[in-house]
């Protein structure tokens, strides 16, 4: 879901504690509806952990190498 320009998305995880993560390059898996895969990419932004919820607000992004 989309919101203020970023992705809002709640997942459940095998975790119990509650934690606050500010993130600009943690791993995380994207799957590419168009072509089918999944790949790991780069994500930016904020991850709440509650007892057994995961709450992250931000941006994928693709590494460019120069």
Do not use: H, Q
């Amino acid at each position: 879901m989309k919101l203020f320009n970023r992705n809002l998305d709640i997942s459940l995880i095998n975790g119990c504690g509650i934690f606050l993560e500010i993130s600009d390059s943690r791993c995380v898996w994207v799957y590419n509806s168009d072509s089918e895969e999944t790949t790991a990419m780069p994500f930016e932004g904020v991850l709440l952990y509650l007892p057994f919820i995961v709450i992250s607000w931000g941006n994928v992004y693709e590494e460019v190498e120069l």
